[in-house]
């Protein structure tokens, strides 16, 4: 399938910058003309992801958090999020919802299933000791 946009960008591993990469996707997208509903689930999987980055992968230290999104012809959108923190040791056991690594502080664990649940499609491959990749696709135009 042919791509009809690209972007790449890249910023500090800091919670101020979450909204940041919500805003930088949605204006990304904002060509397709997506619904509020299609364009609030994106923003809020990318802002997942950025903070499970920013929590997990980092565990709050400073890093940098990486974004390339890709829009191709017939309206999907594919969105990855990519940290070079401390990666995930078993993926499968980390999407399980309730599941968490912060377990001192408040977190809930239901990162990947909120991403799962505004996303056609979630992938996250990882390395321990080299960081983690998480991989949204939305096709929008699909609530018309």
């Known amino acids: 399938m042919k791509s009809v946009n690209e972007m790449k960008l890249s910023f500090p591993s800091k919670s101020c910058n979450e909204a940041f990469a919500r805003s930088a996707v949605a204006a990304f997208i904002m060509n397709l003309d997506p619904t509020v ?16 980055s920013i929590v997990h992968g980092y565990r709050r230290q400073s ?20 940290d070079k923190g401390c990666g995930i040791a078993d ?44 991989t949204l696709e939305k096709l929008i135009g699909a609530d018309d």
């Open 63 to 82: 890093g940098v958090i990486y974004i390339s999104g890709r829009i191709l012809e017939n309206g999907r959108v594919t969105v990855k999020i990519r």
């Open 37 to 52: 509903n299609e364009l609030s689930d994106l923003k809020t999987a990318v802002s997942e992801a950025v903070t499970n």
């Open 91 to 134: 993926v499968e056991q980390a999407m399980q919802p309730l599941f968490t690594t912060a377990a001192d502080e408040e977190r809930a664990g239901l990162g990947f299933a909120v991403m799962q649940s505004f996303c056609d499609k979630v992938r996250v491959t990882s390395t321990v000791g080299k960081g983690t990749t998480v």
